[in-house]
T-cell receptor, first 111, second 113 residues
Framework: DAKTTQPNSMESNEEEPVHLPCNHS???????IHWYRQLPSQGPEYVIH???SNVNNRMASLAIAEDRKSSTLILHRATLRDAAVYYC????????????FGGGTRLMVKP | DTAVSQTPKYLVTQMGNDKSIKCEQN?????MYWYKQDSKKFLKIMFS???????INETVPNRFSPKSPDKAHLNLHINSLELGDSAVYFC????????????FGNGTRLTVT
C-alpha cells in the first residue's frame, strides 16, 4: 500500500468538531482512502472510506482533496468516547485485500 | 452477537511451547486475516486468507501458520514460542473486495515468559 502521513497526536475539546488530516501524495488512481480507529483495549473499527467524492456516514465525514493527495476525517462533535488512535490507510484494488496500518493519530478529547 | 470472536482473550505460556489462537466470524465473509500489534502499538498484517489463496507477509516466521477448517474459522498456530512473540494478535474478516471494511476481533494478548 502507498504511504500516508498523519500527525502523531491531536487534542480536542468535547462537543467541538475535530479535523484529522492525512497526506497521501503518492496515491494512485485506484487507491481507496480508508479510515479506521482503535479505542483502548479493542480491535480496530472501520470508520469510513472514499475514492474521489466526499463521504458522510453516521460516524464521520471524509473530505477528499481534488487532487486526492490529502484527506480529512471530520468528527462533527467529539465525545469522550471518540478518544482513540485514528488510522488513514490507502487500500489498493489489487492488494489481496490487506490493509497496511501506519502509526495513526492519537486523538485526546478533553471534557 | 459478536461478529468476530477470538479465544482465548489472554494467553500466558513459556518459551518453546506450541499454542493456538482460535478465530471465528459469523458475518458470512470469505476472507480472514491475522494481525500482530507489538508493544509499540504498530499493527502489522501477518496473513490474508480466503478459500482460494493464502497471502503471507514475508516477514512472518514460518513458526506461525494459519489453519482454516472452514470459511468461518481461521486459527493461528505458533510453534516454538519466543519472547519476541509477545504481543496482541487480532483476527479480522471481510468480503474479498477492496471496498469491503474489515471487522476485527478484540484481540488475544499473548505473553511468552
Amino acid at each position: 500500500d502507498a504511504k500516508t502521513t498523519q500527525p502523531n497526536s491531536m487534542e480536542s475539546n468535547e462537543e467541538e468538531p475535530v479535523h484529522l488530516p492525512c497526506n497521501h501524495s503518492t496515491i494512485s488512481g485506484t487507491d481507496y482512502i480508508h479510515w479506521y480507529r482503535q479505542l483502548p483495549s479493542q480491535g480496530p473499527e472501520y470508520v469510513i472510506h472514499g475514492l474521489t467524492s466526499n463521504v458522510n456516514n453516521r460516524m464521520a465525514s471524509l473530505a477528499i482533496a481534488e487532487d486526492r493527495k490529502s484527506s480529512t476525517l471530520i468528527l462533527h462533535r467529539a465525545t469522550l468516547r471518540d478518544a482513540a488512535v485514528y488510522y488513514c490507510i490507502l487500500r489498493e484494488d489489487n492488494a489481496g485485500n490487506m490493509l497496511t496500518f501506519g502509526g495513526g493519530t492519537r486523538l485526546m478529547v478533553k471534557p | 452477537d459478536t461478529a468476530v470472536s477470538q479465544t482465548p482473550k489472554y494467553l500466558v505460556t513459556q518459551m518453546g511451547n506450541d499454542k493456538s489462537i482460535k478465530c471465528e466470524q459469523n458475518l458470512g465473509h470469505d476472507t480472514m486475516y491475522w494481525y500482530k500489534q507489538d508493544s509499540k502499538k504498530f499493527l502489522k498484517i501477518m496473513f490474508s486468507y480466503n478459500n482460494k489463496e493464502l497471502i503471507i507477509n514475508e516477514t512472518v516466521p514460518n513458526r506461525f501458520s494459519p489453519k482454516s477448517p472452514d470459511k468461518a474459522h481461521l486459527n493461528l498456530h505458533i510453534n516454538s514460542l519466543e519472547l519476541g512473540d509477545s504481543a496482541v494478535y487480532f483476527c479480522a474478516s471481510s468480503q474479498a473486495n477492496s471496498q469491503s471494511p474489515l471487522h476485527f476481533g478484540n484481540g488475544t494478548r499473548l505473553t511468552v515468559t
